[in-house]
């Protein structure tokens, strides 16, 4: 092996260890994804095994509009929610098979599905660590659903979004968490993130589809309970 392929050998190794996390070397963009691994916090979760369960969550952001998207069970279910700081817009949609609904929700107003974490705590405390290149800044949550227990949290302010956290309980925190916890109708996860890309991001991943019907909030969490039912 001569000089020039081990300089290209260690090159490509270099590139693939800078690349492990995403591109984040745009300290502070307005425009790319984050992509979360999901794992559950129960092991037994009755009617449905964990590996049919959604193992990830992908959040896609430009110029303050948010969309974070979780498709389940090999595509059988879709939900996502869509946030604008500008426009006040805050809503979710669900797509189960071929049928599809959405929900609006009011600006600030949490989501549907995560009515079992309204009793949620946030103490803010020293503390940090890095995750994908960003500094974060850590949180003390107490979730009754979880557990008695402080549990750490992690959000960073090094990408540039306003109010990323407006339609979840955790609204109070003015950075994007990279590390955090949601109780999604029954189902207890740690979410973690994997992948932090600097990218483009079209305009029409933000706009409204047609062909949903409009449906109330109960509703929507009905359904989500049937979907999730453990």
């Known amino acids: 092996m001569n000089g020039n392929q ?13 690349s492990s996390c995403g591109d984040t070397t745009d300290r502070d963009f307005r425009e ?15 009617k449905i095994p964990v590996e049919l369960l959604p193992n990830e969550m992908t959040m896609k952001f430009r110029n303050d509009a948010v969309m974070t998207e979780i498709d389940g069970i090999f595509g059988y279910f879709n939900i996502s929610n869509v946030t604008n ?21 009011k600006q600030g107003e949490i989501a549907p599905g995560f009515r079992l974490m309204a009793n949620m705590d946030i103490e803010f405390v020293d503390g940090g660590k890095e995750i994908c290149g960003f500094y974060c800044e850590k949180a003390m949550i107490r ?3 979880i557990g008695d227990d402080p549990i750490p949290v ?28 949601l109780t999604l109708s029954n189902l207890k996860m ?10 483009p991001v079209s305009d029409k991943k933000f706009d409204r589809p047609q062909d949903y019907l409009r449906i109330s909030k109960p509703i929507m969490e009905s359904i989500l309970d049937s979907l999730m039912v453990n």
């Open 190 to 199: 740690k979410l973690i993130a994997e992948n932090v890309y600097s990218k």
């Open 143 to 145: 979730l009754p659903e």
């Open 85 to 105: 700081s500008k426009n006040t817009d805050n809503i979710t949609y669900l797509k189960v098979m071929n049928k599809k609904f959405y929900f609006e929700g």
């Open 154 to 181: 992690f959000f960073t302010r090094e990408i540039g979004i306003r109010d990323p956290n407006s339609a979840t309980p955790y609204n109070e925190i003015d950075g994007v968490l990279l590390e955090f916890y």
């Open 6 to 18: 081990v300089h290209i050998i260690v090159t490509v190794l270099l590139l693939l260890l800078v």
């Open 32 to 46: 790319g994804e984050i992509h979360y691994s999901i794992t559950y916090l129960e092991s037994n979760l009755g």
